[in-house]
């Protein structure tokens, strides 16, 4: 058995997704750590210390636990100064591996997490794995560009990464394509869904329990409230639906992340205020695992708007809910998206098509087959399978040379 040791820097395993900067990443790490350890492997996680009240160490499971490293103020801080203390991360995480020995290899997941890990990895001479998650380049193709400089620490990190892991095909040949990725290096290794709770259900029931309108059409939409993820197209596809005649409502669970968050949110309320869907339009905090799967069991359909994603958990889980998804023809969504069988893609960011697509995904005459389609695609992924892959990859890594800057 191994012993892995996760660095998750700007965001910890622990916290709510949908808060702050936490989302799918979170869910990653912590249900990949906790399918290792379940095999037997010992992961560590280490994560930036936000709160003094945290413990150095947090026991999750037998073999998982979370180390909080002091590297800055012990409160939240904002991405971009976050930064300035990767030194310190880095320098904690070292004496960890000085006092209860070095890990087998590092998974760093994020660029700033993989820049503590580059530097661990010839400090200390351990295989480097690497999970970006996000992708400044990619993010550019399809969005805006933010940092020249976090693009050039990404080459850096993938020109020396032992292994890079990517969720998909279509993210695979991102890599090669924006940063000239060794294709030898690439490892696919598809995310899971936890089907104990995302599973289908009876959506009468779910609604009530929700206490929500069995009679009206439910859009919802799952993530951080930030123009990447594109919340806005889903507003505007409820109003262009209302103003069709269609008595439907949309569900946004999230809050506002990273520096557009709070003017996403604000633009969100003075819009809904302007098209008069007071009424029609629930702003819902971010919900744990198991009641996030009640809403989408209730939901009609999910809306996935988002303008660049490497791969769509959200797609991935309403899916196993059996509830259609429709999404943007973007990124790991384009695999997980099956158009006709368990949901739609839609290339424009026009509202009309968006509820064109709606529409036809909640027709009575197709929405049972469809349904059942998405349940079923959706089994094909588990976090036992993607655990074994890294397992293996990590058991290689031990056995072969490190790759060398």
């Known amino acids: 058995m191994s012993r892995l040791s996760v660095l998750s820097y700007h965001t910890s395993p622990l916290a709510q997704p949908g808060t ?59 991405r971009e100064a976050l930064a300035d203390h990767i030194g310190e991360f880095t320098d904690g995480v070292a004496a960890s591996f000085r006092s209860s020995g070095k890990p087998d290899a590092i998974h760093a997941n994020y660029w700033l997490s993989g820049l503590a890990g580059h530097r661990l990895k010839h400090e200390m001479n351990i295989p480097l794995i690497m999970t970006f998650h996000t992708l400044e380049r990619v993010k550019a193709d399809h969005f805006e560009a933010e940092s020249e400089e976090r693009a050039l620490q990404e080459a850096a990190i993938f020109a020396c990464a032992d292994a890079v892991l990517a969720s998909c095909e279509v993210e695979a040949e991102q890599f090669v394509r924006f940063y000239n990725a060794d294709p030898a290096r690439v490892h696919i290794v598809p995310l899971g869904v936890e089907h104990a709770f995302f599973a289908p259900g009876y959506r009468p029931q779910a609604r009530r329990a929700l206490g929500l309108d069995a009679d009206q059409t439910l859009l919802l939409f799952v993530g951080r409230l930030q123009a990447l993820k594109g919340v806005d197209l889903a507003l505007e596809t409820l109003i262009e639906l209302r103003a069709r005649g269609r008595n439907a409502m949309l569900a946004i669970i999230g809050g506002p992340s990273g520096a557009d968050g709070r003017e996403t ?61 429709v999404a943007s023809e973007v990124g790991g969504l384009i695999t997980l998206i099956e158009p006709g069988v368990n949901g739609f893609l839609v290339s424009q960011r026009d509202p009309s098509a968006w509820a064109d697509a709606v529409e036809v995904a909640t027709n009575p005459e197709t929405t049972t087959a469809m349904s059942n389609s998405a349940v079923l695609l959706a089994r094909r992924y588990t976090w036992r399978s993607a655990a074994e892959s890294l397992a293996s990859l990590t058991e290689q890594l031990s056995l072969s040379g490190l790759v060398r800057c």
């Not at 037997?40 to 180390?67: A, K, N």
């Not at 008069?276 to 744990?288: D, K, N, R, T």
């Not at 009641?291 to 209730?298: E, Y």
């Open 20 to 78: 702050g900067d936490g989302g799918g990443m979170n869910v990653y790490v912590r249900e990949l750590s906790s399918a290792l350890a379940r095999f037997g492997h010992e992961v560590d996680v280490y994560t930036r210390r936000d709160s003094p009240q945290l413990r150095d160490i947090e026991q999750v499971e037998p073999g998982f636990r979370v180390h909080h490293v002091t590297a800055g103020p012990p409160v939240p801080l904002e």
């Open 265 to 325: 949110l604000a633009k969100l309320h003075e819009r809904v205020a302007e098209a008069g869907v007071i009424e029609h339009v629930s702003f819902v905090a971010p919900q744990a695992h198991q009641l996030l799967s009640s809403w989408m069991r209730a939901a009609d359909v999910t809306l996935v708007p988002s303008r660049s994603e490497s791969f769509g958990l959200v797609a991935l889980e309403s899916s196993a809910c059996g509830t259609p998804v």
